[in-house]
């Protein structure tokens, strides 16, 4: 069993930055790849970047550049750096991570993006 719980959500003008948190529970966090997904208004949730266990990392093309994952270990946390954000950006945050067969999410940080 894995537990997941998402901080920093909020409202930020266009331009501006925010940074998410996901703080996950168990002893193998250094192993665990890491994902962060989106599901803005009116449409289906979206993969939007990942973090392997040696800090590989990925992104959706509409935030490279943008957007950055990291991990630290010893606070079995993972971020979200979100910075230049647009209003297409405003969604439903949720931090996901597979394991042993098994798909867990956190309840989610909400990150509305507008003037």
């Known amino acids: 069993q894995v537990q997941l719980v998402e901080s920093g959500g909020g409202l930020v003008q266009p331009g501006g930055s925010l940074r998410l948190s996901c703080a996950a529970s168990g002893s193998s966090f250094s192993t665990y790849h890491m994902a962060w997904y989106r599901q803005g208004p009116g449409k289906q949730r979206e993969w939007v970047a990942s973090?392997?266990?040696?800090?590989?990392?990925y992104y959706i093309d509409s935030v490279k550049g943008r957007f950055t994952i990291s991990r630290d270990n010893a606070k079995n946390t993972v971020y979200l750096q979100m910075n230049s954000l647009k209003p297409e950006d405003t969604a439903v945050y949720y931090c996901h991570v597979a394991r042993s067969g098994m798909e867990y999410w956190g309840k989610g940080a909400l990150v509305t993006v507008s003037s």
């Open positions: 973090i392997t266990g040696s800090s590989t990392t």
